[in-house]
């Protein structure tokens, strides 16, 4: 079992940053490939960005330049720094470990944090 609490969401303006943060429990956070996820009102959860094992990264072509994903092992915390953020960024922000890659494309499994709200407004 892993559990996951992401942290770091809140109200920012257009053109601001924000970095959320996904704490794991565990001690094979480090064997984990990890991804971000996001869900706004109304639509489908979409994947954001994910970075493996190794720490290479992958990310939605609407973040790219704008996000960046990380992963500290020793906190047992994978990170999303945001910048520039834009109106259509507002979502609630889920953290996903332990899927796999098809195709170059991360896959989630079933450990899922609770989220954390991420509004873009002016």
């Known amino acids: 079992q892993v559990q996951l609490v992401e942290s770091g969401g809140g109200v920012v303006q257009p053109g601001g940053s924000l970095r959320l943060s996904c704490a794991a429990s565990?001690?094979?956070?480090?064997?984990?490939?990890m991804g971000w996820y996001r869900q706004a009102l109304g639509k489908e959860r979409e994947l954001v960005a994910s970075i493996t094992l190794g720490g290479s990264t992958n990310y939605a072509d609407s973040v790219k330049g704008r996000f960046t994903i990380s992963r500290d092992n020793a906190k047992n915390t994978v990170y999303l720094q945001m910048n520039s953020l834009k109106p259509e960024d507002t979502a609630l922000y889920y953290c996903n470990a332990g899927g796999v890659f098809v195709g170059g494309l991360y896959r989630p499994n079933a450990y899922w944090g609770q989220g954390t709200q991420v509004a873009v407004s002016s």
């Open positions: 565990g001690s094979l956070f480090s064997r984990y490939a």
